[in-house]
């Protein structure tokens, strides 16, 4: 999976090769960056982070996760479209709108199967940090 600043997830073979989809941009939006897939709780999800303000644009910085549950994760990106896109977002948290001049930000992920819970890692320049934790069945 790549992105960046102005161009929303797009998912390659790993040969990098092959694109095999491209969220719209009109569903997630610019600087949604290091989007991550992972699979908890019997479904597939897209976690991004939003990088927060840039110049005179005021915008969150903050963690969002999208199911892109699906038959695979081609479908399941695909299903990301402006008209559902508020159906698929099923978390979101915001911890800051402050200047991201350089629109720095990241997010991993570390899946505790042994504790079945799932922790997300969100960081946006200017903006901090925030840890979420989410256990099964939650």
Do not use: H
């Not at 990106?77 to 978390?91: A, C, G, P, Q, R």
């Amino acid at each position: 999976m790549v992105n960046g600043a102005n161009l929303p997830p797009v998912l390659y073979t790993a040969d990098g090769a092959t694109k095999l989809t491209t969220i719209a941009g009109d569903a997630i939006g610019n600087r949604e960056l290091g989007g991550q897939v992972f699979e908890f709780n019997n479904a597939r999800y897209l976690v991004t982070t939003l990088v927060g303000s840039e110049g005179s644009t005021v915008r969150d910085a903050g963690i969002r996760v999208y199911d892109i549950t699906g038959e695979d994760i081609v479908e399941g990106m695909n299903s990301l479209i402006v008209d559902n896109i508020s159906e698929k977002l099923v978390f979101s948290d915001s911890y800051g709108q402050n200047l991201n001049g350089n629109q720095a930000g990241d997010v991993k992920l570390f899946v505790d199967t042994e504790n079945e819970a799932v922790y997300i890692l969100s960081g946006a320049a200017n903006n901090g940090f925030r840890v979420v934790k989410a256990v099964k069945n939650q």
